[in-house]
């Protein structure tokens, strides 16, 4: 078939006359998709999904998730949003749990299956040998009172209207309101656990996720081989310290010995003051041209603060850090925040 007769099957598949991939067309299958939603929302029966709630809260063991083909792989996305917000759960291949992986399943667990017509027939071989480990069992299906729900403890029905799919084979619609469900359970679970950010953080200590959250400024700033001066140098006797050190800045302090901080002098403020004074800027004090206001931080503030307080209210590349007495105990730049992920 030639690219041009299959244009003209998809536009009568379509429905609308469009071409699919055109604006035009991919606008009507988004607003078409959107009323399958819709459809799902309003007629979304809460209830068993509260019972499911209070199943999954009150369960002692693990929560182990189910499915073949495309729920399969929407049940293991789920039991990871599950595990990193904080409740224990795993996914169960039902071939593999025929083959000896029951093994891992007893009876204070939850086994929670999704089918979209509750006819799988690898879910409903494997019901027998859970319930006789004595687990509960959970379906997760699009059709009411199919055979998955009457063999399991109870049912959670998620509406659906139609696949978007014009033959309504493809599972589409059906994988979105299983995967919007099950995230949308996990966020309970996890409000109802009171999950702080700080135990968020550590089950993902790897992720950018997790090193915005633990990562404070001592973890990241220099803390050595910083660019000090004082404010009574000249700006001549400070150039190979300004250059040398990689920074773009020094920190002027009043002693090199106390280190407490007076201002910052920068690349930028060696050209404005050599374009306002010409050579005079080099026999001037630092004291004079330095930005004796400059945005700080302290140690134990998190590096992503440190990263947002350099961009507002305009943007600067570093940060002196401070103790309470303004005495510098180390720098950080955006360079450092970036290189740590961040």
Request: aromatic share 6%; with cysteine; net charge negative.
């Amino acid at each position: 078939m030639s690219h041009a007769d299959l244009n003209a099957l998809a536009l009568v598949q379509n429905g609308s006359g469009k071409e699919p991939t055109s604006k035009d067309g991919l606008l009507s299958l988004f607003k078409e998709q959107q009323e399958f939603m819709t459809f799902f929302f309003e007629n979304l029966d809460y209830e068993p999904i509260e019972k499911f709630c209070n199943a999954c809260l009150t369960t002692k063991g693990v929560i182990f998730f189910s499915g073949v083909g495309k729920s399969g792989f929407i049940a293991q996305k789920i039991s990871m949003t599950l595990v990193s917000t904080g409740t224990k759960a795993v996914f169960l291949n039902p071939t593999d749990a025929l083959h000896g992986d029951i093994g891992i399943l007893s009876e204070d667990d939850l086994l929670v299956m999704f089918s979209k017509s509750g006819s799988t027939e690898e879910l409903l071989r494997l019901v027998p040998y859970a319930r006789a480990k004595g687990a509960k069992l959970v379906s997760v299906t699009s059709i009411k009172g199919c055979k998955l729900d009457q063999a399991c403890d109870f049912a959670v029905n998620l509406p659906l209207q139609r696949e978007l799919c014009p033959f309504d084979l493809a599972p589409v619609t059906s994988t979105a309101i299983q995967m919007l469900f099950g995230d949308t359970v996990a966020i309970a679970l996890m409000q109802a656990k009171n999950l702080t950010k700080d135990q968020y953080a550590m089950n993902h200590p790897a992720g950018r996720i997790g090193k915005r959250l633990i990562l404070r400024v001592a973890d990241v700033a220099k803390q050595n081989d910083i660019p000090l001066v004082t404010g009574d140098q000249k700006v001549m006797d400070i150039l190979v310290e300004l250059s040398s050190k990689g920074k773009g800045c020094v920190l002027v302090v009043e002693t090199l010995e106390g280190k407490k901080l007076l201002g910052t002098f920068t690349d930028g403020d060696l050209r404005r003051s050599l374009e306002k004074l010409g050579e005079a800027a080099l026999k001037t004090e630092v004291k004079e041209l330095m930005s004796g206001t400059p945005r700080v931080v302290k140690e134990e503030a998190m590096a992503v603060d440190a990263m947002t307080s350099m961009k507002e209210p305009t943007k600067v590349t570093f940060l002196p850090v401070v103790d309470d007495g303004q005495v510098v105990t180390g720098l950080v730049t955006l360079h450092d925040l970036v290189s740590a992920g961040i």
